[in-house]
């Protein structure tokens, strides 16, 4: 795959945790034979965008992100969300754009990868992007483990939501709206990545459980890349049984 044709230079962070509360351990479980950090460290290298860098507090997790073919940066383990631990990771690392992979996606795809950063080469000003697709199912847009996203003329996000949004009044306009699931991959100019954790936290962040809306209330614009791209984050034992069966499938 080639890099986007831009002067920016790129580096993957890869933020992964040993604790989970409905998954203890997993970016070390076993996924078609290899831990599932691999299979991610894997999938960041293939994007030839520029160093991958794990950022973890657990020397297990350090070890086998080494012989996968990433870097490693160890961080605090207090961190409340993946971006802040990348801020510790990335603030002595001379780069223009982060892209934040989530550890326990071990099925993303390079290219969803490569086109989360596009919006940048064309909006200098620009200090967030993320990715969204439509939804394929009509269970998943009443499923608050879904995240949709409604999005401006610009394609910048409105909001986030674990709700059904938007929400059509007349059950007949559900065909004639455009309905998005967020796709969990960031990228941050660095310098916001490390101004992110100095905001204060909102009600509505703290409501949904979603951190993106933090950036939003305080008026930054998130622009948002719409594609078929096709992503399994794995939160449970279950989770990890069915990416299992979409790699041999």
Known sequence: MSNPASTLTYAIGIPARFEST???GKPLALLAGKPMITHVVERALQTQLGRVIVATDHQGIADVAIEAGAEVAMTRSDHQSGT????????????????????????IDPQAIQSVVQPFIHQP???????????????????????????????HAMYFSRASIPYPRQHDDMQAIDMLQHVGLYAYRKSFLLHYS????????????????????????IAVTVGDFHCLGVDTPQDLQRAATLLIA
């Open 125 to 155: 000003d620009l200090h967030m992007a993320t990715l969204a697709h439509p939804i394929r199912q009509a269970a998943d847009f009443d499923d608050p483990n879904v995240v949709k996203v409604v999005c401006n003329a610009r394609g």
């Open 198 to 221: 100095s905001l204060e936290a909102c009600r509505t962040e703290q409501l949904e459980q979603l951190e993106q809306l933090r950036v939003l209330h305080h008026g930054y614009p």
């Open 84 to 107: 802040e631990r990348l801020a510790e990771a990335f603030a002595d690392i001379d780069v223009d754009i982060v892209i934040n992979v989530q550890g326990d996606e071990p099925l």
């Open 22 to 24: 409905r998954f203890p």
